[in-house]
Structures are given as structure tokens and as C-alpha cells.
């Protein structure tokens, strides 16, 4: 059996991978790892977790079965209903709670969900934190009595101290600005909206009708031609569209034209910039950011600075190295100084702020980087171990010599398939395709 733990927590099909007897042993096990709470009972309280989920109906039975297993652990409850995962984060630390968890699948179709937990100050998990919550499911606890066992309380209310928080953050009003929000019928389906409007804008909401089932169906970031229709018919300055957990965002300018993850971090680099506000002068991003992002960046005088795909693996450096501002290409946006995890409300709010303070449109701001054409190939039913073979090493710096300083090459091997993913960027879509193909030939025949 692998590691239970992807790359954002705990996932799969509600009711069969991911059942309510595994959910109340994760946080049973997590109680034990992260809210410690035989350490507690010295100090006299008990330690205090917060739980928020997006829409989903098997989130229903799901929270049930995480909020039985923390109380029944000696973990006091503040069930939180549905809000975004920056929200749950955001609350963990300001509610000074032990540890938090969010029921969410993110982007997925409604039939997934997953769990993911929170360290004291909202932050993610260390790969190694997770290991020894898996590595103690089924352990034989001792389990309080009396007044021993956590008590749980709704907490509705705070969804308005998450939304105060990031009006904060804000230092424009967004009145004059016409714009669509798209909410994916998920988490953010109350907050997102009424966090713009009180910030000035004007707000359609589209995706903000969530029926436990319709989650990320047809709306959000992951489909974002409802939005660009609705933008263009409406006349509106742009439109903004979060995933179902709404840790990322992606936007759209008046022409209907896609403003991707890459984009956003650009235009709010070089506002950061410009104001003294970014640290270092640097921004984090992942490997699969654009060439174009990364040439953009360096004529604005600033540098990037790379990491593996993922946003923990974005803010792991962030954090190390005290940066203040990072992202990927999908969205996920971190903005150290304000949260502690990718929040695509935060984003949309900092972007919208730009447009109001630079008094241009996003189509033009978005002008700040051109990317290059990228083809990605997936090789699937390969040997992923064989990524570095001599074969492919060597047809790997060809190309990368053809290219020159006008394009790249990435070869990835998928995390959880047979596969190993070409990606090629070049001056022109033609080229990439050309050194895509003749990549990806190799991989068929050098890793079998």
C-alpha cells in the first residue's frame, strides 16, 4: 500500500476510498500527533481544533466523522460550516487554535472529497508530520471520560472575522469596478461575494448556487467559459474564478481573455515591486512557470527563485527564506504577509486593488509578460523510473541547445501513474511541438 498522504492531504471517492471510519482514525491519530492531548491535561485545558468543509454532501457525514474522533480524543470543537480552505487557516491561527482541518476535494467532481489538517498557526503539515499521523492510525488509544471528553460548538459567525481580515489587507476601494465573480458552487459561494461588495465593486455571482453535488460542475477556475461569456455579454471590467476550496484564483480581462496563475503573480510582483513592499526583490514559482513569466520578471529587475511543483513546496521556501510573495501557473497564490496558505479571495481582492490604483485595465497590466507557446505531452504506460536514462539525458540537452535562451525543457515524472510528462516551450508553437514529439519518441523507447 503507498503513502495515504498526496501532495494536499488525504483524498478519494467519499463512501469508498476515503470512508467515515478512516476519517474519524485521521483524526483520532491527528488529535495524538498534532493537539497532543495527554500534554494537555497537565496544563489544565483541553487542546482546541477548528473544522471547516466546502459544500459537498459527503461532507456532511465526513465533518460528523472528524468531529467525533477529535472529541472523542479530548479535543474541543469549533465546527465552522463551510468556508474556504484560507478561511479554516486563516482561523486556526487567529482563533489560537491547535490544529485545524478542511473537508475538501478542491477542484475535483463532487463524488471526492478529502481531508486535510493544519498545524498550530494555520500552516500546512511537513511531509514527516503526516508520516507520523499515518504511521499512528489503528495505535490502541486511551480514550477520556467525563469531563475529560472535547466539547463542540458551532461557529458559524467567524466566516466574518475571515472576511474582515482580508478587507484589511486591501489598501484601494474597488468602487467604479464592474465585475464577475465565479464561485464553482463551492466554498466560497457567501464570503467571495460579499467580501467584494464591501470592498466597492460591483459583483455578479455566478457558481453560487452549491446543492452538494454541483461543486466545480461547469464553474470555476477549472472551467472557465461560463465566466468568459458572462464578462463579455455583461460588459464588465473583468471576472475572477475560484476552484471549490478557493485556495486559488484565476481571472479573465474585458475581452474574455484567460489572466492565468503566472499572469497574476507578475502583475503583482511588479506592483509589490514598485512600492518597496516585495521582499528581496524575489518571487517563488514553481518549475512549470512560463519562460515568459520568468524573462518578464527578470527586465523588472526581479528575481525568481524555483522550486519543485506544489504549493507547500512554494511556501516551504517562502518560508525559509523569507519571501513574501510565491504561486504556480493553476492559480494557488501566496501572500506570506497576509496567509499562510494559497487564497484565491486574498488574490482577487490584491489584484483588483491594482486595477484600481493603476487606473488601466487588466488586459493592459497582463501586457507585463508574454508567454511562451508550451506544449506538454503526457507519455503514459512508461517506466517513470527511467526519467534520467543516458538516452534521454542526451536528447534533452540537444534540445535545450536548439533552444536556446528562447525556450526549455522539463521531463517530470508523474507522482502517482506510469508516466513521465515532456513539457517544451519554445519561440514559437510550431517549434515546441516539433522538440515535444521528438521528446516524448524517446521517452517511449528509452523507458519501457
Not at 153 to 173: F, K, N, P, Q, W
Amino acid at each position: 500500500m503507498g503513502r495515504l498522504f498526496g501532495t494536499d492531504g488525504v483524498r478519494g471517492v467519499a463512501g469508498r476510498d476515503l470512508t467515515a471510519q478512516l476519517a474519524m482514525d485521521l483524526s483520532v491519530a491527528a488529535a495524538h500527533v498534532l493537539g497532543d492531548a495527554g500534554a494537555f491535561a497537565a496544563t489544565g485545558r483541553r487542546p482546541v481544533a477548528v473544522v471547516g468543509r466546502d459544500p459537498r454532501a459527503s461532507g456532511e457525514f465526513l465533518e460528523a466523522a472528524v468531529v467525533a474522533g477529535l472529541a472523542a480524543s479530548g479535543v474541543d470543537v469549533l465546527r465552522l460550516g463551510v468556508l474556504p480552505t484560507p478561511a479554516v487557516a486563516h482561523l486556526t491561527a487567529a482563533l489560537g487554535a491547535d490544529l485545524g482541518v478542511m473537508l475538501s476535494a478542491s477542484h475535483n467532481p463532487a463524488p471526492d472529497n478529502g481531508i486535510k489538517f493544519l498545524a498550530r498557526g494555520g500552516f500546512k503539515l511537513s511531509d514527516a508530520v503526516e508520516d507520523e499521523i499515518e504511521r499512528r492510525l489503528g495505535e490502541e488509544w486511551s480514550f477520556p471520560v467525563g469531563s475529560g471528553v472535547g466539547r463542540v460548538r458551532d461557529a458559524y459567525g467567524e466566516a466574518d472575522r475571515y472576511i474582515s481580515h482580508v478587507l484589511t489587507t486591501v489598501d484601494a476601494s474597488l468602487d467604479g469596478l464592474n465585475i464577475v465573480v465565479d464561485c464553482a458552487h463551492g466554498a466560497a459561494h457567501m464570503v467571495a461575494p460579499e467580501a467584494l461588495l464591501r470592498a466597492g465593486a460591483r459583483v455578479e455571482a455566478i457558481g453560487a448556487r452549491p446543492d452538494g453535488l454541483n461543486i466545480n460542475a461547469g464553474h470555476g477556475s477549472t472551467h472557465l467559459d461560463k465566466l468568459q461569456q458572462v464578462v463579455v455579454s455583461r460588459g464588465a471590467d473583468l471576472g475572477v474564478a475560484y476552484d471549490g476550496d478557493a485556495d486559488r484564483c484565476l481571472a479573465v480581462d474585458h475581452t474574455g481573455a484567460i489572466i492565468d496563475g503566472d499572469h497574476i503573480m507578475a502583475i503583482l510582483a511588479a506592483a509589490m515591486h514598485r512600492e518597496g513592499r516585495l521582499t528581496k526583490d524575489t518571487v517563488v514559482a514553481t518549475v512549470m512557470s512560463n519562460l515568459g513569466f520568468k524573462l518578464a520578471m527578470r527586465d523588472a529587475g526581479i528575481t525568481v527563485v524555483e522550486t519543485a511543483v506544489g504549493d507547500r513546496y512554494v511556501l516551504e521556501r517562502m518560508k525559509s527564506d523569507g519571501y513574501n510573495l510565491g504561486g504556480e501557473q493553476s492559480g494557488h497564490v501566496i501572500m506570506l504577509d497576509h496567509a499562510t496558505t494559497g487564497d484565491g479571495l486574498l488574490t482577487s481582492l490584491h489584484l483588483l486593488g491594482v486595477v484600481a490604483k493603476s487606473g488601466v485595465t487588466l488586459k493592459e497590466l497582463a501586457s507585463v509578460m508574454t508567454p511562451l507557446p508550451q506544449i506538454l505531452i503526457n507519455v503514459k504506460d512508461v517506466d517513470k523510473g527511467k526519467a534520467s536514462v543516458p538516452e534521454l539525458v542526451a536528447a534533452v540537452a540537444e534540445a535545450e541547445a536548439e533552444l536556446g535562451e528562447t525556450g526549455r525543457v522539463l521531463i517530470r515524472p508523474s507522482g502517482t501513474e506510469p508516466m513521465i510528462r515532456v513539457m517544451v516551450e519554445a519561440a514559437s508553437e510550431e517549434h515546441a511541438n516539433q522538440v515535444a514529439d521528438r521528446l516524448a519518441d524517446v521517452v517511449r523507447k528509452a523507458c519501457v
